[in-house]
DNA sequence: TTTTTTGCAAATACTTTGCATAACG
DNA sequence: CGTTATGCAAAGTATTTGCAAAAAA
């Protein structure tokens, strides 16, 4: 919980670390989901991570994928993002915003020090513990902006 | 699209008027929802819209609150905002934030005005077109907090 | 060896869709 | 009256859960 893991390498330590410490056994189904996420730069959804550990464990089950989501979510070292079609996973802790396509539901990040950090007064009403502030910007990606206009030949009202 | 409406009523006629200028027909069942959705201070979901119109028109069936949100969203007059569990709507399309519980979902708003507006460089990498801009906070709110402490004794690690 | 975790299968929750009927304009 | 919207039922997708077998410590 001190440092900021910057390498891939050293995040999916950090993740490994936490789960031990928690004397949660190291199952190689865990360890290669930890791997794939920490390694993720984009937000993959459950499916998404899957798809990717099963060509190393053949044998993994969705199910399995799922409860290790949940228990790293459950120890803030990955934030469970609520996205249209499917849940996905942020293993970044650090200060950053999001763009969230409509279209697709894909989310890019957006450095802090591009858009600055948002200054939010504590003790605001009905409102216990905080975990995250972050912009979430929501329009259409480039890649679907693109597809659109095929589609729709730029005549629109 | 003028101006922004202030009162309920005002906010129902706008969404009406909206529709019936894209030629739809102005149904009973959505004339409720609107009118149920257009004085939500709340961002509800889409059983609590059936819910509370149901009260009113008992033999709408779900489907139709489902559909009726889907083209009021598409034509942007709401917001729909994927949430842990089910979708909420947000009819509410002034520059405000958003507060999400982790615990149990709720979604509160936080003025604009006490937050500041966040500033969004246009022509970022990727992105197309941008239809909505606010700070998400999460945390944990007040109810959730106090049944938290009940639960756990206030020893947390 | 004891406890935890996995994979399977079934269950649950949310949302969408095809189709015949009903309602709007 | 012609077209659109509704309600029903069924299907689809995302996610969770009970349980016996397998694996970790």
């Known amino acids: 919980m001190d ?14 670390d936490a789960l031990r410490a928690d004397g949660l056994r190291m199952t190689h189904q865990r360890l290669e989901v930890i791997r794939e996420l920490a390694s993720a730069t984009h937000h993959p959804d459950a499916d998404e ?8 464990v053949p044998t993994i089950s969705r199910d399995t994928v799922y409860r290790t989501l ?27 915003h999001h763009f969230v396509c409509t279209e697709c539901g894909r989310i890019l990040d957006l450095d802090a020090g591009d858009l600055g950090e948002p200054e939010v007064p504590s003790g605001l009403p009905g409102i ?4 995250s502030v972050r912009l979430e910007i929501k329009g259409v990606c480039g890649e679907c902006a693109a597809h659109e ?9």
Chains 1, 2 share one sequence.
């Not at 228990?71 to 950053?96: K, N, Q, V, Y």
């Not at 206009?149 to 005549?155: A, P, Q, Y």
């Open 3 to 16: 440092a900021i893991p910057e390498s891939t390498h050293e995040r999916e330590q950090a993740f490994a």
């Open 49 to 56: 991570l899957f798809r990717a550990v099963r060509e190393r």
């Open 70 to 96: 949940t228990t790293l979510a459950a120890r803030r070292l990955i934030e469970r993002i609520a996205a249209p079609g499917a849940a996905r996973f942020d293993p970044d802790s650090s200060m950053h």
């Open 128 to 131: 216990g513990e905080i975990t």
């Open 149 to 157: 206009k095929v589609r729709t030949g730029d005549g629109g009202s």
